[in-house]
């Protein structure tokens, strides 16, 4: 089993930034595919962006050019690093975990979640 917990998310005014950490617990998440979506009010859950064991990237288009995704394997934390945000970035930020060699850009795809944690950006 794997335990992830989000950390970092707060109210923001629009073009400020914000960095979110994930814990990963359980288990050594440096072989699994890292991912984080998001949740607006009423509003699906949405692919933000993941970061493969090599290192490898992939973003939505969304936060393309804005976020950054990073991992620290010894630490078994993933960081988000969000630039440049916008009132439309507020949502509920979860980490997510997937073993497979695949680019899992849908929430099924994903075993583990973390609880989420909330980011608000005001104008």
């Known amino acids: 089993q794997v335990q992830l917990v989000e950390s970092g998310g707060r109210m923001v005014q629009a073009g400020g930034s914000l960095r979110l950490s994930c814990a990963a617990s359980?288990?050594?998440?440096?072989?699994?595919?890292m991912g984080w979506f998001r949740q607006a009010p009423g509003k699906e859950r949405e692919f933000v962006e993941l970061?493969?064991?090599?290192?490898?990237?992939y973003y939505g288009d969304s936060v393309k050019g804005r976020f950054t995704i990073s991992r620290d394997n010894a630490k078994n934390t993933v960081y988000l690093q969000m630039n440049s945000l916008k009132p439309e970035d507020t949502a509920v930020y979860y980490c997510?975990?997937?073993?497979?060699?695949?680019?899992?850009?849908?929430?099924?795809?994903?075993?583990?979640w973390g609880q989420g944690t909330q980011v608000t950006v005001s104008s």
């Open positions: 997510a975990a997937a073993r497979t060699t695949g680019w899992p850009t849908v929430p099924v795809e994903y075993a583990y």
């Open positions: 359980g288990r050594t998440v440096s072989s699994y595919v």
């Open positions: 970061i493969k064991w090599s290192g490898s990237t």
